[in-house]
């Protein structure tokens, strides 16, 4: 078997659909309700892509999860801010994944310039609050009954998580695709 984390690209979208609709159609994860489709799916990967990492986990061919960050809000401010996500197969749950997965996307976070990850959590939700805990999250807040589905309001908890000090004045963060090339990033993902 060999395992790779690498930078999605658009074959993976159908993979990447197949693990995120059952958190859709059976789960609170997301708030999403009605499934994107493969071709919104690559839509997505394609737009982030240019400014942040979508990474994924790669068994032999075979996406068995992925950890994507994106634009936490839109004024220019919060550039220094990204909101985290990590699914995962299933079947493949419980074998470390998300750990290695999710720590590769925070540390080119990291080269990118970021200062700050947030994850944002429906609660209860114990495994992944105890996930972002053990990788240093720390809680900054809950939004209270914000979430209707599945017949009943939901919480949402929000976690963050310093990824390096925050300087005054700030160097502009990278963009994803300038990364893309940089000798550091292909270390991270194993390439060179």
Known sequence: MTATIRIARDEDAAAIHAIYAPHITDGVATFETELPGVDAMRERIRARLPNYPWLVWDEDGE???YAYAGRFRERAAYDWIA?????VHADAQRRGIARRLYTTLL??????????AVGVITVPNPVSVTFHESLGFAPAGVWRQCGWKLGQWWD????QLTLQAPTPPPAPVRSF??????????HLLGLG
């Open 107 to 116: 540390e080119t976070m990291r080269l990118q310039g970021l200062t700050q």
């Open 156 to 159: 949402v908890g929000v976690w």
């Open 63 to 65: 996406v068995l999860a």
């Open 83 to 87: 909101e985290t996500s990590i699914y």
């Open 177 to 186: 695709a300038a990364l893309a090339d940089d000798p550091a990033l292909r």
